[in-house]
């Protein structure tokens, strides 16, 4: 069975463009993590849905990111505008029930 | 609140030798959950080995094990017979209390030596 898939694994952009991040869990799976990881703040949880219903966007940094999960296979992370500070790895991974998280391989995410 | 700490910013050890990468945590569960993940350099994050609270015996997979011990809240990631592929940041998670969300620890980089 294919893992979680992210695309694109890097992408460039300019400061004041939008980005979308794309995630394809694991068949199955019913819970979806969206992380940021920086050497700065390490890995932060951004957003988790259950169900494809969004359950805690806590961590979602500010109004600029956004997060959907139209169905069961797909799950988007919207950054519009982004800014330098944006610049990091962005995960997804999925798990079903509490059991252990299956991550991504992660997009590079840089800002310019 | 929910809190785990690594206190290794980084490890060495010699090729075939076992290593120890500490994680102590604190949370006011009953029950509860601990997670390794380990990161290479190529950035994926790889679940290594889970122990729950109140399993009886520690956890073991492969060349991995867990030393926990509940009443010190400790849940140190034991590799033995360490190889050059298991040179990478280490990180240990918790469960928040009641949810799905993960507290990572700060990982540990461990470097191993021919």
């Known amino acids: 069975d294919a893992g979680v898939i992210q695309s694109p694994r890097h992408e460039v952009t300019e400061m004041g463009q939008e980005v979308t991040l794309r995630c394809k869990p694991i068949s199955g799976h019913d819970y979806l993590f969206w992380y940021r990881q920086t050497m700065m703040r390490g890995l932060e949880l951004l957003i988790y849905?259950?169900?494809?219903?969004?359950?805690?966007d806590s961590g979602m940094p500010e109004d600029r990111f956004s997060a959907k999960m139209p169905n069961a296979s797909f799950s988007t992370l919207k950054i519009q505008p982004s800014e330098p500070r944006d610049s990091a790895v962005y995960f997804c991974a999925s798990s079903f029930d509490y059991n252990e998280q299956f991550f991504g391989p992660g997009t590079r995410l840089t800002v310019l | 609140a929910q809190k785990i700490t690594q206190t290794q910013p980084g490890m060495f050890v010699q090729e075939k030798e076992a290593v120890t990468l500490d994680c102590t945590y604190d949370?006011?569960?009953?029950?509860?959950?601990l997670f390794w993940y380990k990161q290479p350099s190529s950035g994926e994050m790889i679940f290594l080995i889970y122990?729950?609270?109140?399993?009886?015996q520690n956890a073991t997979e492969g060349r991995y094990s867990l030393n926990f011990q509940k009443a010190r809240k400790s849940a140190n990631l034991v590799i033995s017979a360490s190889q050059l592929g298991d040179s990478a940041m280490y990180f240990c998670?918790?469960?928040?209390?009641?949810?799905?969300?993960?507290?990572f620890g700060t990982g540990t980089r461990l470097k191993v030596l021919a």
């Open positions: 849905f259950n169900n494809n219903v969004p359950i805690d």
């Open positions: 949370t006011s569960d009953p029950s509860y959950g």
């Open positions: 998670a918790l469960p928040t209390s009641g949810t799905y969300k993960y507290i």
């Open positions: 122990q729950g609270s109140y399993d009886q």
